[in-house]
């Protein structure tokens, strides 16, 4: 089985101390400032200000509600915000700003641009079902790209290879267990070559047994150093891999940092309320902060 | 009661025309339509709101036409307005619009059941709505309206015969003047029963095979 990605093969507290080994000069990959949105009399965020930086990996916690995924989708211009500005490598996110000041629907080739350097993974994988999944990941390589056919197929077989599923390339969908086709959306984001990954509650579809082998495969790109952001409920996963975690609660980051001033250290109530609840059913993995101390 | 089948063998050429000018405008009538009603529902879901309005006013307005007005308006009341068809042109023309509108709602019902999750795929990934159409909703559309499709080609079917008002040599025009020339309707209405049965037996069964195979991804 080609699955190079046990958890077992590299301990995530040595990737971290690599990371942190160099310090990151170069600007932010992502710059939220003072984003904001609201559905009709709603505030769903409020003054949302954040920035990522190459290879970091920030995991997005709190309630549902909390507006989490909306933040996140926002980052992909899936979920228009409506206050403040996103960059994304510079380039601002899905507006323009005209002479006046106002602010217009940036153009399809503009947003296109923006969204190069993104792939997005969602809870429900989203994978077309019509398609095998070697179709899924040739499909934007050929159509958008403008790869050729095998060399599409080449590329593809390679990250199916990465997420351990070569041997299903042939396989439709309906045929793949809930990870396998999480993998398998995994591979169709990574085989466009973004500069950052974006998690919408990967593994929330799952059954428990499934969820390990979607957390390996991220876990390994967050090794390579990709940039990720990821909005998560595993907290033993943010635990064990996140830079920073920042916690939402009714539309705003109430509070942020390492996992350790996060899960350990935080006197926030509303934080610490939130995660007692996670304390009750013992869903921290085995390597918590605690245990390593 | 006399039941002589000889006067369909006498007129066995003729009635083989009709039969074709009856598969002939149906298909036809019935392609155009789809074309049309894949454009309106396209049209409706890509367009802004004063067109999606429209749309649904155009819609709402062919729909309540019975199909015979709209044939007596496009062939006896098209040369008022310096639109002169032919008989058969006027009665493709009639199927593939009065059709085009229910098209359309099935087209329209099929691009709703495409869960939007799968296209906000395909947009971060850079694919375009044309693209998207095409190639993720189209494709899993049609196992979803295949039988919705196969229904209204039937009925169509049927309704090719109200041309014969138009005086369109298909198969009901040429068999009730038959009928009525030689006095046996028995034998010609028979004939005509057992022809829109074939048409149609055919049609489902064609259906039925596309079904299974446009669906075969489904299967465990």
Known sequence: MPL?????????????????????KTPPIIHLSAVGKRFGDHQVLSDINLSVNHSEVVCLIGPSGSGKSTLLRSMAFLEEYDEGEIHIEGRLLGWEIDDRGRRKHAGRTRLNQARRNLGIVFQQFNLWPHMTALGNVTEALVRVRRIKRSEAEKRAMEVLDKVGLAEKA?????????????????????????????????????????????????????????????VTHEMGFAAQVADTVVFLDQGSIVTRGTPSDVFRDTQHPRLRQFLQNYLDRNAFWHTTPEQET | ?????????????????????????????????????????????????????????????????????????????????????????????????????????IFRSGFAAVPR????????????RLQLMWRVQLPQMLVLILPA?????TILCKETAVLSIITV??????????????????????????????????????GRWLERRVGTYLQR
Not at chain 1, 190 to 207: G, R, V, W, Y
Not at chain 2, 149 to 153: C, R
Not at chain 2, 179 to 205: D, K, N, Q, W
């Open chain 1, 4 to 24: 190079s990605l046990s958890p077992s093969t590299s301990t995530p507290a040595a990737s971290l101390e690599a990371k942190q080994k160099g310090p990151d």
């Open chain 1, 170 to 230: 042939k396989e439709y969908p309906a045929r793949l267990s809930g990870g396998q086709q999480q993998r398998v959306a995994i591979a169709r984001a990574l085989a466009m070559e973004p500069k950052i990954m974006l998690f919408d509650e990967p593994t929330s579809a799952l059954d428990p047994e499934l969820v390990g082998e979607v957390l390996a495969v991220m876990k390994q790109l967050a090794l390579e150093g990709m940039t990720m952001v990821v």
């Open chain 2, 1 to 105: 009661m006399t039941f002589d089948l000889s006067i369909i063998t006498a007129n066995a050429d003729a009635i083989w025309n009709a039969f074709l000018v009856t598969i002939y405008t149906w298909l036809a009538g019935s392609l155009l339509g789809l074309m049309a009603g894949l454009l309106i529902a396209a049209l409706m879901l890509f367009g802004g709101r004063p067109l999606q309005r429209l749309l649904r006013v155009f819609i709402e307005l062919v729909r309540g036409t019975p199909f015979l007005v709209i044939l007596f308006l496009v062939y006896y009341g098209g040369p008022s307005f310096g639109v002169r068809l032919g008989a058969i042109t006027a009665g493709v023309l009639c199927i593939a619009f009065y059709s085009s509108v229910y098209f359309a709602e």
């Open chain 2, 117 to 128: 999750g799968q296209l906000e795929a395909g947009e971060c990934l850079g694919l375009g």
């Open chain 2, 149 to 153: 499709i196969v229904n209204m080609l």
């Open chain 2, 169 to 206: 040599p298909e198969l009901t025009a040429v068999l009730t003047g038959i009928g009525t020339r030689t006095f046996t309707f028995i034998e010609t209405l028979l004939v005509l029963c057992i022809a829109y049965l074939l048409l149609i037996e055919v049609t489902s069964r064609v």
